[in-house]
C-alpha cells in the first residue's frame, strides 16, 4: 500500500494534516466547480430563447454607424434603415461565402495529404517509449512511497 505522504515546502506531512490545512481552498475551489456547472447548465437551456433577442441587439449595434451616415445624407429614418440592413446583410453574406471558399480549399488540400500524415503516424514509435517511461516514473513513486512507509 503506498504511504499517504505529501511534500509541504520542503518537509513531508500527512496527506490528512495537508487536507486539514487546506480545507477551505478545497471547498473554494469545489464551489467554484459547482457554480460553472450550474451557469453552463443554465446557458444550455437559456441560450435558444435568447437568442434572437441578442442578434438582433447585435444587428442593431452594428447598422447604427451606417444608419446615421444614411440620415447626414438627408434620407428618411425608414429608408435609412432598409439601406443600412441591405449594406449590412450584404456585406455579412460576401464575408461568409469567402471564408466557405476558403474552409473548401483548406479541407481538400488536407484530404490531399492525409496519407502522408498517415505514413508519418506509422512510423512514430512514441508510444512505445511514453510506455516505458510512464513504467519508470510509477516505480520510482512507489519506491519513493515504500521509504516512508
Known amino acids: 500500500m503506498l504511504a499517504c505522504i505529501c511534500e509541504v515546502k520542503g518537509r513531508y506531512v500527512s496527506m490528512r494534516a495537508f487536507y486539514k490545512k487546506h480545507m477551505n481552498v478545497i471547498i473554494n475551489i469545489a464551489l467554484l466547480a459547482a457554480t460553472l456547472a450550474i451557469v453552463f447548465i443554465a446557458i444550455k437551456l437559456i441560450i435558444p430563447y435568447f437568442l434572437p ?67 508519418v503516424l506509422k512510423n512514430l514509435s512514441v508510444t512505445h517509449e511514453y510506455r516505458k517511461a510512464r513504467r519508470n516514473i510509477v516505480r520510482k513513486a512507489v519506491a519513493f512511497c515504500q521509504r516512508y512507509d
Open 53 to 119: 433577442f441578442l442578434l438582433g441587439l447585435i444587428l442593431a449595434v452594428v447598422m447604427e454607424p451606417v444608419v446615421k451616415i444614411f440620415l447626414k445624407l438627408k434620407m428618411p429614418r425608414a429608408s435609412a434603415t432598409g439601406m443600412a440592413m441591405l449594406v449590412t446583410v450584404g456585406s455579412l453574406a460576401t464575408i461568409t461565402w469567402f471564408a466557405v471558399a476558403k474552409i473548401v480549399v483548406e479541407l481538400s488540400l488536407f484530404i490531399a495529404d492525409i496519407p502522408f500524415y498517415t505514413g
